[in-house]
Nanobody, 123 residues
Framework: QVQLVESGGGLVQTGGSLRLSCAAS????????MGWFRQAPGKERECVAA????????YYADSVKGRFTISRDNAKNTVYLQMNSLKPEDTAVYYC????????????????WGQGTQVTVSS
């Protein structure tokens, strides 16, 4: 059974930083994209960052470019999201995701999802 377990969410002030981690188990994702989505109240879920299996290709939503950095450790089957200069509009539930034949497919329909971790940025 595949599981994606997120950690690192919490409450932070505007301008602060958080680092999200997502550990996968049940199968290896070293050959597949991984990344992060988020969903704020009343809004659709959006892909904020994705990384190819090798780490050579990365995608960022325009709203987080220059502030968020995605990375992965295939030996640990883990993906990370370093979030800096956080803003109140970054407040959302952040979901780890994995799988998909290509990065494009991943950004719209990944195969696996985590349960989500709350990130709240206070003003």
């Amino acid at each position: 059974q595949v599981q994606l377990v997120e950690s690192g969410g919490g409450l932070v002030q505007t301008g602060g930083s958080l680092r999200l981690s997502c550990a996968a188990s049940g199968r290896t994702f070293s050959s597949y994209p991984m990344g992060w989505f988020r969903q704020a109240p009343g809004k659709e879920r959006e892909c904020v960052a994705a990384i190819s299996w090798s780490g050579g290709e990365k995608y960022y939503a325009d709203s987080v470019k220059g502030r968020f950095t995605i990375s992965r450790d295939n030996a640990k089957n883990t993906v990370y999201l370093q979030m800096n200069s956080l803003k109140p509009e970054d407040t959302a539930v952040y979901y780890c995701a994995a799988g998909g034949r290509t990065m494009l497919v991943f950004t719209t329909a990944p195969n696996y999802w985590g349960q989500g971790t709350q990130v709240t940025v206070s003003s």
